[in-house]
């Protein structure tokens, strides 16, 4: 492959062809179904469905079939399948059209995270802002670039004379509801898959822009939602408070059941795992390369962290199980807030996971720690609870560790690194169950200061520039070395 026309061919088309894409996509609300559940009423994850698959099918690569799959009820799925391409390569197609030979699984998703307060003058969640190398808005770097990239990746191997063997493309459509729908999805698709030797997937993030960095572990998560009810009614807080119960009182009670409140410690048994020794040396390595964790995190005042030491904070937001309250009802808002004792208290939870913990068997101990002997005998629910594991990476084989350190130093200048995020992405632990021998790329664009599901979320242009470019260099690679 000639590797300067294929970085040609991908800048090409992130100046003329991507930028003006995700401009009109960050202009679309399309919120995950887990933040508008009348999402298909609404058409937003449609209209954004409708404009990357029309860009898609526009594309002049050999071989490309773009379909939408859709499912009663669920979300759809875009589904783009790309021939064996290169000097003697072809399609061969098994029984029921089912192709044989390797598959390069691509995947990202396009739905996204609600809108967040707290945007900059000028910026807003579906306002694209072009600034230098950052395009501001909702979604353009979690994770509405990921389709475009994959397949420019894709034509700029074939542009280039490379080699790739068959890929099958997914962009789903569900990711930020913790993929409730792609299970199915991936039943649907069935035999279409085929042997899944390697995913690709660009929906995690790097420590910096100055190199490739690939993500080794992603943690699990349960969310659930505890509702603690005293009265059928708001009282006068005068009147009833000190006789009633708060509902609060008797969350914060239940929490402390789940997290120690002195240190953020979790309880539960499912959630302690042992990190392996190579994992901890990943993360040392990491703190001695960014002289820190790799964020500031825009701490208030003299906030105190929760782990000083920079390799400690590394696994303790990869590899350490952690507790949220990202919602709340029952509670008015401060300024309309009277003296009421409240009739009920509901907390969203959203407990994150060690890679390796069993999402199933915490969520149940989540559930039941909540449930039992209920103090003052109040009335408690737990609602909602969805689990999600977490996925530790295999080795990277020697053939794949060697085309990434080679497209990284050829395109940044400097090698390969290895760390672990903090986020969940279901679809590699399903996909790692599925096949067991895939090797797999998980990267992604979302750096310091990008902001995913926060205020102010940027794409940095050229590091997913020159990151389309090692994905090109790795299909090559790939496709090399399977003949």
């Known amino acids: 492959m000639d590797r300067q026309a294929a970085g040609a061919v991908v800048s090409r088309l992130w100046r003329d062809e991507i930028l003006p894409q995700l401009q009109r ?29 029309g860009w898609l099918r526009s594309r002049p690569v050999a071989g490309m079939s773009v379909d939408v799959q859709r499912l009663p009820g669920r979300t759809p799925l875009i589904v783009v399948e ?43 969640p579906w306002t694209p802002v072009l600034d230098g190398h950052r395009l501001y808005g909702r979604g353009g770097a979690d994770d509405g670039y990921a389709a475009f990239a994959a397949l420019a990746a894709i034509e700029a191997v074939q542009a280039a004379g490379g080699r790739h063997s068959r890929c099958m493309l997914l962009i789903e ?18 035999e279409r898959l085929g042997d899944v030797s390697l995913l690709i997937c660009l929906d995690s993030g790097c420590a910096d822009y100055d190199t490739l960095w690939l993500t080794t572990s992603l943690r699990g998560l349960v969310e659930a939602t505890l509702r603690v009810d005293v009265i ?25 059941r789940i997290e120690e409140a002195d240190t953020g410690g979790i309880r539960l048994e499912a959630a302690q795992v042992e990190v392996p ?29 929760m782990e000083t030491h920079p390799a400690a904070g590394l696994l303790a937001r990869t590899w350490g199980a952690a507790l949220a309250v990202t919602g709340a009802d029952g509670l008015p808002a401060t300024a309309s807030a009277g003296n009421v004792l409240r009739p009920y208290t509901a907390l969203k939870l959203s407990l994150r996971l060690p890679p390796t913990a069993d999402a199933a068997a915490a969520a149940a101990e989540l559930r039941d720690t909540l449930l039992a002997d209920p103090p003052l005998q109040a009335s408690v629910t737990v609602a909602g609870v969805d689990a999600a594991d977490g996925w530790d990476a295999p080795d990277l084989a020697p053939w794949l560790a ?62 997913a520039e020159k990151l389309t470019c090692c994905m090109a260099e790795v299909l090559h690679a790939e496709a090399v070395r399977t003949g």
Not at 36 to 50: F, K, L, P, T
């Open 173 to 190: 459509a569900s990711e930020e509801s913790g993929s409730p729908d792609l299970a199915a999805h991936l039943g649907a698709l069935g």
């Open 25 to 53: 996509y960050i202009a679309i609300p399309a919120l995950s179904p887990a933040f508008d559940s009348a999402w298909e009423q609404h058409g937003h994850i449609e209209s954004a469905v409708a404009q990357v698959a």
């Open 277 to 305: 020794p190579h994992r901890r040396a990943e993360a040392a390595a990491m703190a001695e390369l960014l002289g820190g964790t790799g964020e500031d995190f825009g701490l208030v005042g003299d906030l105190q962290l």
């Open 232 to 256: 059928n009614e708001g009282w006068h807080s005068g009147m009833a408070g000190g006789l009633v119960p708060s509902s609060f009182r008797l969350a914060r009670i239940l929490l402390e």
């Open 82 to 124: 790309v021939a064996p391409s290169g000097p003697s390569r072809r399609a061969d197609l098994g029984a029921g059209g089912v192709a044989e030979g390797s598959t390069v699984v691509l995947y990202g998703h396009l739905d996204k995270q609600p809108e967040m307060t707290g945007w900059r003058e000028g910026l807003g």
């Open 402 to 463: 060697e085309a990434l350190q080679h497209a990284t130093r050829a395109r940044f200048g400097r090698p390969l690194q290895l760390y672990g995020e903090g986020g969940s992405i279901p679809f590699l632990a399903a996909l790692a169950e599925m096949f067991p021998q895939a090797q797999f790329v998980v990267t992604g664009v979302l750096g310091p200061e990008s902001n995913a599901h926060g205020p102010n979320e940027f794409l940095h242009l050229s590091y």
